[in-house]
Structures are given as C-alpha cells and as structure tokens.
C-alpha cells in the first residue's frame, strides 16, 4: 500500500503480496540469467548500466513526483538524489571499463608449480532490500543493485513499503532496458514481508545486501545463517555517527549552525547524522548547546518517512532522557508524520554508567555529551558502539604539540570504532566515489566493517575467487586467458601488467 506520509492517507495498493509460487518462479529464473550476465564482458556490462541511468534520467520528472509523494522529502532533494542514483551506475560503469576489479593474477608453470590463474567471478543471484529514507540510492536501484549488477549477478529487490509505487516504477524502467540488452531476468522485483524472507531463504539467492535498521539486518541474517547453504548478508545499519569538538575548535565560526544543520538534514533521517555530539564542559561548550538549542527550537516540524517512524523516534528521544540525559529541546509531533527537532544532553561520566542512552533516534535529534579533560573523553567513547563514521574537530593550525598528539590520538582511537574518519567536517553527506568506505565495524554493518556499500569498492561484496590450475587456453575465462581480449590489467608472474 502506498501512503501520503503528509497527510497519512493511503493513496493506491500497488500490488498485492507475492506468492510462493512467484517468488520461486523469479527466483529461478534469476538463477537461470545468472550465467548469461556473468559471460558478458566488461563493455557489454557497462553499457547496460549506462544505459539503464539515461532511462531513469528520462523519466526524471514522473519518478521524482513519485518519490515526493510517498516519501515527503521535497523535489529539490530526490532530484539530487536520482542525480547521484544514475551517477552511481555511471561510476561502475567506469569501473568495470577500468577493470582492476577482476583482479586477475597469473602466474605461469615454473619448475614443480604449476600454471595458475586466478580471478574475481560473481557470487550469482543477489536479494536487495532498500531504505525508506533514500528512496533512489539506497533502494531498487541504489549502490546494492549498482554493485551487484557490476559484479554479473542478477538482482531480486523487496519492495520497501514505505515507497512501493516508485520501486515499482523504477524497476519497471531498468527491466525494460536489461532486457533490451539481452538480460531479461538480470533484475526482478517482489512485494511484502513474507516474500522478502522467502527470498533470502530460496536456495538460488547467493547473497543479501541491506540497508536499514539493526533489528531488521539482524534477522535477515538469522534467516540467511539458518539456510542448509548460509549466505553472507551484507547489512548498513545502525549508527551513532560521534562528532567530537576539542576546545581548541570550540570557537570555531558557524560550528553550531553547521552541526544543527547536520542533525536536521533530510529531518535527521540520514544514517551519518551525528547522533552523539561531544563537547567541552564550561563556557565554550554552553556557548555552543545554547545555540543549538536556540536553533532547534526555532525549526518547524518536518515530515518523517512514515508514521511509525515518527513514533519510534519520539519513543527514541524520551528513552535517551528516561536512561539520565536531560532533554533540552522535547520533540513535538504534528500533522501526518512530522515533528519537530529534539536536543538532550549528559556528561560523560553518567554515559559511561548510563548505556542505555546510546539509542538511535532516527529523525532530527541529537544527544550532547559533555567531558572534562581528554581522558574523561578517550573513557566514555569506549562504551559507544562502533559507527560509519567518527567526526574530528580541532585545531589544525595549532603549533602546539599536545594539540596535535590529542588530535592524533582521538583519530587513532577513531579508526578503531568506524570506517570514515573525519576531520574538521560534519558526516552527513556520502560521496560516491573510487575511495569511498561506508561502512564499519558491528554493529555499523554486518561484515565486521570489511566491505563498502557505497563507492567503487561495493562491487566486491557480490565476488568470489576462484583459482583455474594447469588449464589450456581455451578452457579458461576471457579474463585470463593470455590474449587478454577483455583488456584487463593483470599481475603476470608477479609483476603488474597495464592494458
């Protein structure tokens, strides 16, 4: 179903829950493309993905107004966000032209070791369960879809229910294109719970990539570890996201408005907002929670992706004060699913003793920590839970030598607690590129932080290695075989080979 998150209203059910003996079907049929996709070559691949971002492009008008209308996020932003949607299957485009992610190796018959080959092939099929609050990059055909399309798997996604009607668009429109490429099950789609688990539990499915809640990645897991053959779920989840200002950043110009407007971005239902703002005790640190204060107070309340969500967060808020914070800014609910900012504050001594108030809230609020001292500061973001991200503000300039071995330790102490480490600059904001790691240690992701979800480094979740041992030439994979006709750089007896 469909629903205006401004008003609450159901606007139309977009299709009706599918069967068992669907989801088997495109399951199979999956399974049955999977070889078909994994033989193209890295041009024919490429091409596809380019091809399938122009026709989203094209269509730019019709999908944008979809996605205002299930989600409320404003045209502004999701015309943004389609721009960085079809940017990113351009961006795996590029890395498969590039093709270092096939990581070929060869290492010719010498003495008693044999010829062998050894390169990166897809995992097959793939399941891909999107997020409510990026409804084009982190949905149907988000960096998961991207990824495993770039890899030569094909993907079944899940409907996400709070934008139903526009994953259907979506997918409708790169069906269309794959199958005008030759790759007519290369992408499926099926809607509601239950046939999303049926997914992850059909034996042709090879993998999981999710981006949500932990709650929900934890049991995507218990269902893919439950399975005769367990698969891995790649999951994005929960994240504190702790932004740290020294006191020698503290005066820092426009820090309170950049950190409000960081919170608040997307009303706060972005998974890099600073959830946990840590700052001096004394009268810098006031300086800055009375600005904060001043400028969430003054915020109208803004629409959150459903409801429910809404709900969870102000339960979230009033448990973060109930486990000993005080709540400097309560937050109000409104019409249809919106609801003004929230603040709360608490030392770093009554954290420590306090766990309880390390929750996500999901939406515009944020919990300040107040510290005396950096050893005080080191002590309580050990009990913080490992995140996407850890924000650094401090004084580069400072010629001060305790300044700068604070400022290292805090981002030695960072790397060890997530997988972007940030210096001088809020985390909202994920740009997709070649060096780009979203991700982190559990409970940030599933993988123990090893594999991106974003960037051009996402493609290896939906790759295995497998080594080809005293093969002639033309039983083995384009990719290795010694005319190299896919044009791919190579390491040849040790030594790396350029195209």
């Not at 060869?106 to 070791?113: C, K, P």
């Amino acid at each position: 179903m469909s629903v205006d998150p401004r008003s609450g209203d159901a606007i139309e059910r977009v299709a009706e829950e599918t069967s068992d003996v669907e989801v088997d079907r495109i399951c199979a049929a999956a399974a049955a493309g999977a070889e078909a996709l994994a033989a193209t070559s890295p041009t024919q691949r490429a091409e596809m993905l380019e091809a399938m971002a122009n026709d989203l492009d094209g269509r730019r008008e019709q999908l944008v107004a979809l996605a205002d209308r299930e989600s409320a996020l404003g045209h502004a932003r999701l015309d943004g966000e389609l721009s960085r949607t079809t940017g990113q299957l351009r961006l795996f485009a590029k890395v498969l032209r590039d093709g270092a992610m096939f990581e070929v190796v060869i290492d010719h018959a010498a003495g008693a070791a044999p010829d062998l080959r050894r390169m990166l092939i897809p995992l097959g099929p793939v399941a891909v369960f999107g997020a409510s609050n990026f409804p084009f990059a982190f949905s149907a055909a988000g960096g998961d879809t991207a990824s495993a399309l770039a890899a030569g798997c094909p993907v079944v996604v899940k409907a996400h229910g709070a934008h139903p009607a526009l994953d259907a668009a979506v997918m409708e429109t790169m069906r269309r294109t794959a199958d005008a490429h030759g790759q007519p099950d290369a992408v499926s789609i099926v809607f509601g719970r239950d046939a999303g688990r049926r997914v992850v539990e059909h034996p042709a499915i090879s993998a999981v990539g999710f981006t949500g809640s932990e709650s929900v990645g934890r049991l995507l897991m218990d269902l893919a570890a439950a399975r005769e053959r367990p698969i891995p779920v790649y999951a994005e989840m929960g994240s504190l996201n702790p932004l740290i200002v020294l006191p020698s950043a503290a005066r820092r110009p426009g820090l309170a408005r950049d950190l409000a407007g960081s919170v608040t971005l997307g009303a706060g239902q972005f998974c890099t907002k600073p959830g946990l703002v840590f700052l001096p005790s004394g009268e810098e640190g006031d300086d800055i929670v009375d600005a904060l204060v001043g400028s969430l107070s003054a915020m109208d309340a803004a629409f959150l992706l459903t409801e429910g969500i809404r709900d969870s967060f102000v339960s979230h808020v009033s448990d973060v004060a109930n486990a000993g914070a005080d709540l400097l800014v309560a937050p109000h609910p409104a019409a249809g699913s919106a609801v003004t900012p929230g603040l709360a504050q608490i030392t770093a001594a009554a954290l420590r003793t306090s766990p309880r108030a390390l929750v996500e809230c999901f939406g515009p609020a944020t919990l300040v920590v107040r510290y005396d001292g950096i050893p005080e500061l080191l002590a309580a973001l050990r009990v913080v839970p490992p995140s996407l991200t850890v924000s650094v503000f401090a004084d580069t300039t400072a010629a001060d030598a305790d300044e700068k071995s604070t400022t290292a330790s805090l981002i030695t102490a960072a790397e060890a607690q997530s997988g972007r480490v940030i210096l001088n600059s809020v985390p909202t904001g994920v740009a997709v590129t070649w060096a780009q790691n979203h991700a982190g240690p559990y409970p940030a992701s599933s993988a123990g932080g090893m594999f991106t979800s974003v960037g051009a480094t996402a493609v290896r979740r939906f790759q295995r290695p497998v080594a080809y041992q005293g093969m002639t030439d033309e039983m083995l994979p384009p990719a290795l075989r010694d005319a190299n006709p896919w044009h791919l750089p190579r390491r040849v007896d040790g030594v790396e080979v350029g195209v």
